[in-house]
């Protein structure tokens, strides 16, 4: 497959796995923390038994970086981080 950009692929398996992955940890509990974060800053908007969970903080995050690269001026930085997020995802799902 020609076509695909294996050294974007690359670089966001690297920051995953490497630097952010040594600063953060894993992205499970990271994750989890971040979903426990939101969840209290939006609880005006949430029903009470609503909590956001690890696997929709990559979602969103992955998102917002879609949404930068398709309203501001494209940057590779975008697709490598929302191709991370997508791998933190796979990580979240995979370690439940």
């Known amino acids: 497959m020609d076509y695909i950009d294996k050294t974007l692929l690359e670089e ?3 920051l995953v796995e ?3 992955g040594a600063h953060y940890g894993p992205p499970t509990a990271d994750f989890d923390a971040i979903g ?3 969840s209290a800053v939006l609880s005006p908007l949430l029903r ?3 909590l956001i969970d690890g696997e929709h ?3 969103c995050m992955a998102a917002l970086k ?3 690269q398709s309203v501001g001026k494209p940057a ?3 697709l490598c981080d929302a191709i991370g997020y997508l791998l933190c995802l796979d990580h979240v799902e995979r370690s439940r």
């Open 12 to 14: 966001a398996a690297s």
């Open 57 to 59: 903080v990559a979602l």
């Open 76 to 78: 590779r930085d975008n």
């Open 66 to 68: 879609l949404v930068r």
């Open 18 to 20: 490497g630097d952010r």
């Open 48 to 50: 009470d038994d609503v």
């Open 36 to 38: 426990l974060a939101w």
